[in-house]
């Protein structure tokens, strides 16, 4: 019988992504981030991953992961829809073997290995612009995705220690 810390031990590497996926997941996005460059060009300001991949938290075996990526167009141009709108042809365009649909507020790209969100944002200043959750209006809304990610990280270190 094995004693609970090998069984998390062996639960905690079946739920880790392995070497190959995470490979071919980074390929993914870099693929992606190339092509978003030099289809909308100058317009953008950076292009980034947030979320269980970035922070290395994505579970393997999960159906809903995903890579969460936000566009961040250098100034509002266009209302959310539209963004939205240029995202899915981009997609549409660049991935023609993958079911591409809308899940309020993203453009969702799932590419067998797998499912991609993409998210259009406009930086003015700190925070970010991004599209707003599942709301009756499209609207845009503070976000900082980045700053959060330090917030976590702090204090995933003080439960740590």
């Known amino acids: ?20 996926k995470k490979e071919r997941i980074e390929t993914s996005i ?19 991953v947030i979320g269980s991949f970035d922070r290395e938290t994505i579970i ?23 963004y939205l709108k240029q995202l ?17 507020p993203t453009i969702v790209v ?11 944002s406009y930086f003015i200043q700190k925070p970010l612009k991004e599209f707003a959750p599942r709301s009756k209006e499209f609207r845009w809304i503070s976000t900082s995705p980045i700053e959060f990610k330090k917030i976590l990280i702090k204090r995933i270190k003080i439960i740590m220690d």
């Open 1 to 20: 019988m094995k004693d609970i810390n090998s069984y998390l031990t062996d639960l905690s590497n079946s739920l880790n992504i392995s070497p190959e």
């Open 30 to 48: 870099s693929y992606l981030s190339k092509n978003l460059w030099g289809h909308f060009q100058s317009r953008l300001s950076e292009v980034t």
């Open 60 to 82: 393997s075996n999960d159906p809903e992961a995903d890579v969460d990526t936000i566009v961040v167009f250098k100034q509002k141009e266009v209302q959310p829809e539209t």
């Open 88 to 104: 899915r042809e981009f997609c549409e365009k660049n991935y023609t073997r993958s079911e591409i649909y809308q899940d309020h």
């Open 110 to 120: 799932d590419m067998g290995h797998i499912k991609f969100e993409i998210v259009p």
